[in-house]
């Protein structure tokens, strides 16, 4: 240590050396045999697609501040890092590469598209732990984990396993949101409902006696080429002498019967509907009740496939337009009405989702919701701060369907299960039988001593949704399955820093996910923080063109002063921030402040080391 600091606070030569000694000294690696009270966080995984943006920085910033200062308390502290492999995003990222080359997935097979894949996590995992260090992140990277690593690969299989042995995991045939195009199912939350200013068709369907038509009403003209009934409510006097009678459906000319069903609201369109069980939610139940047929007039790219006759191999959209057409000249179209209503996104692939009747693997919701909700209402457990939280996750968990946890993707955990096939057909189908084991070899042997000697086996082609796997991070990163050391010191976690956006999608999961494998929660507390808002006040966002690249600022004005100005915004937990920023100049009058206080602390500290008379602080008591 010097007696005299250098005149001149360069941010970029200070930050850079205190981060390195840091690392060198293992400041920051956990010591699970240390003993004493622990304080342990895991980092929220960022996906490994690019860089981190603005909401990283305040959330990492918001984290160290309280890891430093339970480790300053003496605290036997851990934060431990890691990122996720994020399925759907980068795939998505990958497909546009390829498309851009003139090529597709497809083409290039699943084993170059998995090495270029991995490729990819190496640059960009890299990327953004580099970014973490420029962030001075005080967490233990000897601990780093990534959630297709070989330790966590093997926690999920091991989960997948038990669920499945349990009966929590079933295959089965159901009507799932399907985005056409990562061309993948997507779970209900994964999906954004949004207002659009749409329309309202009115048909008629001809009674099949030739005594008069029924009239209906919808906003998917397109999707009547799979209607296999007509409903109506059993209470409107309207329509009940016709209720067991049938109609022709137009185009396709087949008769379809009028069926009574409860779930009918008098009052929308004309109180008669259409009903496609193989594209509409709603419809599928009154299918399942009333025996209809399941006709899937879909392909996976959303265009129409061969039971939709003239319209085969036609986009949905363009298919939607000539069907309203040729109902037109056939006599059956009676209006049009401007009609707003709600469209089921894609929040990955950008896109309406199309509800269809696909093969899926789902998980049995209520037993892992039921002991989530136990926790939360006799133990408080997990508490979140701010309190107003509570009531939004408890919702949720009441609410929570099955979880559809296949996706048609190639980038991610590959199911494992091994499907018996034979030499001339390896065609799967809902009905082929399979098995569920650690890996091919063992998933072999046991096919045969349930099977026969003589087969053949191929293992699912799909992958677990990515939440699949970041539902464990909290005990996967410390061994579990296994008993490990760092499992019985530093779990269950402390603290759980994340954002409101992930509480569904994130936090649920984890808790849903630790109280069936480990038996409690998997942290005690949960600190909501509120989004990062540019200079307008407006969420950023990377489709709004309105984040800002922290580095940016971090060059301009040094990590300090950015995490500074982060951690000074926060007026209350859980609230939002908003940072002033010109796109034009790069520049930041709030990070420029920070860096001036910086500043301060520094001639203040080199004015008191000025007169140390050449001795250390040590030195003087």
Not at 28 to 37: H, I, L, Q, Y
Not at 104 to 110: I, P
Not at 246 to 274: H, N, Q, S, W, Y
Not at 452 to 457: K, N, S, T
Request: proline share 5%; with cysteine.
């Amino acid at each position: 240590m010097t007696s005299e600091l250098s005149k001149q606070y360069d941010p970029k030569i200070t930050e850079t050396k205190w981060q390195q000694y840091w690392e060198n000294q293992e400041i920051f690696t956990a010591n699970p045999e240390k003993g004493g009270e622990t304080y342990c966080i895991v980092i929220p995984p960022p996906n490994v697609t690019g860089s981190l943006h603005m909401g990283h920085a305040f959330e990492s910033s918001l984290i160290d501040t309280l890891v430093r200062y339970k480790r300053m308390t003496g605290k036997n502290t851990l934060w431990l890092p890691g990122t996720d492999h994020a399925s759907i995003a980068v795939q998505a990222i990958l497909d546009r590469q390829l498309k851009a080359e003139k090529t597709d997935r497809y083409q290039l097979g699943r084993e170059k598209f998995l090495e270029r894949a991995w490729q990819w996590k190496e640059e960009s995992g890299s990327t953004i732990v580099n970014q973490l260090r420029r962030l001075g992140v005080s967490v233990d990277w000897t601990r780093e984990r990534f959630t297709m690593d070989e330790g966590l690969s093997h926690a999920v299989r091991t989960a997948f396993i038990k669920l499945y042995e349990d009966g929590l995991i079933y295959r089965g045939q159901y009507l799932v949101n399907w985005c056409p195009e990562s061309r993948s199912a997507v779970s209900d939350l994964e999906v954004e409902n949004k207002d659009i200013e749409g329309n309202l068709w009115y048909f008629r369907y001809p009674l099949s006696d030739g005594s008069g038509y029924l009239q209906v009403a919808t906003t998917r003209p397109e999707t009547m080429l799979g209607d296999t009934g007509v409903a109506v409510n059993p209470q409107d006097p309207r329509y009940r002498h016709l209720i067991g009678k049938t109609v022709t459906l137009p185009i396709m000319g087949r008769e379809i019967p009028i069926i009574a069903d409860e779930l009918v609201d008098p009052e929308f369109g004309t109180g008669c509907v259409k009903v496609t069980p193989a594209h509409d939610p709603k419809d599928f139940e009154m299918g399942k009740r009333h025996n209809l047929a399941f006709i899937n007039i879909m392909n996976l790219d959303g265009s129409l496939n061969e039971n939709a006759g003239i319209f085969v191999g036609q986009d949905r959209f363009v298919a939607r337009k000539n069907v309203v057409k040729k109902l037109d000249e056939d006599g059956f179209l009676v209006k049009i009405e401007a009609y707003r209503h709600s469209v089921p996104y894609s929040d990955r692939g950008k896109v309406p989702v199309e509800p269809l009747l696909s093969t899926q693997w789902f998980v049995k919701i209520e037993p892992l919701a039921t002991k989530a909700l136990t926790c939360l209402d006799q133990e408080n457990s997990p508490r979140f701060v701010p309190e107003r939280w509570t009531k939004v996750y408890r919702d949720w968990l009441v609410k929570l369907k099955d979880w559809c946890i296949s996706r048609q993707l190639w980038w991610g955990h590959q199911i494992p299960a091994w499907y018996i096939i034979s030499e001339t057909n390896n065609e799967i189908t809902n009905h082929t039988p399979f098995v569920v084991a650690q890996d091919e070899t063992s998933a072999l042997a046991k096919a045969k001593q349930e099977y026969g000697e003589d087969i053949i086996i191929q293992q699912d082609p799909d992958v677990l949704d990515t939440w699949f796997s970041s539902g464990l991070w909290p005990f996967s990163t410390m061994g579990w399955p296994e008993k490990t050391l760092d499992l019985d010191t530093y779990y269950p976690t402390t603290t759980l820093v994340t954002g409101f956006d992930i509480i569904f999608f994130w936090v649920a999961r984890m808790t849903m996910m630790a109280g069936y494998f480990t038996r409690q929660m998997p942290f005690k507390d949960v600190y909501i923080h509120g989004l990062v808002r540019d200079e307008n006040g407006k969420k950023m966002s990377k489709s709004a063109n309105n984040g800002i690249d922290p580095l940016i600022l971090i060059d301009k004005y040094g990590t300090d002063a950015l995490r500074y100005t982060l951690i000074r915004e926060v007026a209350g937990a859980g609230q939002d921030i908003s940072l002033q920023y010109n796109r034009k100049t790069d520049e930041s009058e709030s990070v420029e402040a920070a860096r001036n206080f910086a500043n301060k602390i520094w001639n203040a500290s080199r004015f008191v080391m000025m007169n140390l008379e050449g001795k250390t602080p040590e030195e003087l008591g």
